[in-house]
């Protein structure tokens, strides 16, 4: 997948850190749906739906897992030491830091996440 994003925000002419940080927001969301979206060992479809520009690039990351709005879940506690900090659950914070603009929506038994990453202007 991010071969793939590479080639086409390359081809876009998008900016290296927007491109940089939409290709986290990407793998981020997208692990997500691979890893937690389903209770069965079936087949399902990920659709990624891109528009890259020089200063912008829109994701929309359509799925028929369970229902999932990432927007609903509390930023982690921040660790008291790097001991203490946990491995993993870094991924919807990420996306937050990342995308200017985060929504959801269940359309259709269909998670549709859609984020916005933004450079400079």
């Known amino acids: 997948m991010s071969e793939w994003f590479r080639h086409v925000a390359g081809r876009a002419g998008v900016e290296p850190d927007v491109a940089a940080k939409a290709e986290v927001c990407l793998n981020?969301?997208?692990?997500?749906?691979?890893?937690?979206?389903?209770d069965d060992d079936a087949r399902h479809g990920i659709t990624i739906d891109l528009q890259a520009a020089?200063?912008?690039?829109?994701?929309?990351?359509?799925d028929d897992g369970r229902p999932f709005n990432p927007l609903d879940v509390p930023p982690p506690p921040a660790p008291s030491s790097l001991d203490t900090a946990p491995v993993g659950g870094l991924g919807i914070p990420l996306i937050r830091a990342y995308a200017r603009d985060v929504e959801y929506r269940r359309v259709a038994g269909r998670n549709e996440l859609i984020l916005t990453v933004?450079?400079?202007?």
């Open 54 to 62: 020089p200063h912008a690039v829109t994701i929309a990351i359509i």
């Open 28 to 38: 981020e969301a997208a692990t997500n749906v691979i890893l937690y979206a389903f």
């Open 118 to 121: 933004i450079g400079a202007c």
